[in-house]
């Protein structure tokens, strides 16, 4: 990571955490937190694609990645459009953004991509974490590599045996979600709502708001 000044290695970094620039979406989020910003331009670390993060033998030395790190500007035009940023290496602020402060967020994302990848990983043994370690075997609906159909989601929802068989809740991922909602639009239908109140991190209040829905269970 260049920096010009080492004595400013401990001021407090123009950003609390860095761009990844190939993100994996493992939650849907119907809204992004937004900072305000003093000025036309932003100042953040960049980093290339992060795995997930696995398990250290014990008394292994933490590797340091902080060579991983570029210093980008981002003007309001390219924020506001979404395009890529190619001005790497850049120090508009003169203000490194110190090591630490940026590697801490990012091996929190690399614990995220490893929980999920564990979540959906095959049962056995060596994984606890699967979810398919507490589904009993004739809960689960299996596609075969199949597209997703309206069959297979009503076999999936009327195979849940709590709360007196009515799922409260769907989980899944971003693009399971748009793949639903595609299947519904080549049916020709709107893919149904209903409402929902969900945490809103802008205002950080519960906020009533209308989610993707099937037989009535909200989608997140």
């Not at 709502?193 to 209040?205: E, G, L, N, T």
Request: net charge neutral.
């Amino acid at each position: 990571m260049p920096s010009q000044n080492t004595q400013l290695l401990n001021s407090i970094p123009v950003a609390r955490y860095a761009v990844e620039r190939a993100p994996t979406k493992i939650q849907h989020l119907m809204q992004w937190a937004f900072q305000g910003v003093a000025g036309r331009e932003m100042l953040y670390a960049q980093v290339p694609q992060l795995v997930a993060s696995g398990q250290v033998p014990p008394c292994d030395a933490v590797p340091d990645r902080s060579s991983m790190f570029s210093q980008t500007t981002f003007g309001m035009t390219y924020l506001n459009t979404r395009v890529r940023v190619c001005h790497a290496n850049q120090d508009t602020f003169r203000t490194p953004i110190t090591p630490e402060a940026a590697e801490y967020p990012l091996m929190i994302r690399q614990l995220l991509y490893g929980f999920s990848e564990r979540l959906d990983a095959a049962p056995a043994p060596a994984n606890p974490l699967a979810l398919r370690n507490y589904i009993e075997p004739d809960r689960i609906v299996n596609l075969a590599g199949g597209a997703l159909n309206f069959h297979c989601l009503g076999d999936a929802w009327h195979r849940v045996d709590a709360n007196d068989g009515r799922p409260t809740m769907i989980m899944s991922a971003t693009p399971a979600l748009a793949t639903y909602e595609l299947l519904c639009r080549m049916s020709g239908i709107e893919p149904p709502k209903v409402d929902f109140m969900w945490y809103d991190p802008v205002s950080r209040r519960m906020t009533p708001v209308k989610v993707t829905a099937f037989n009535g269970t909200p989608g997140l």
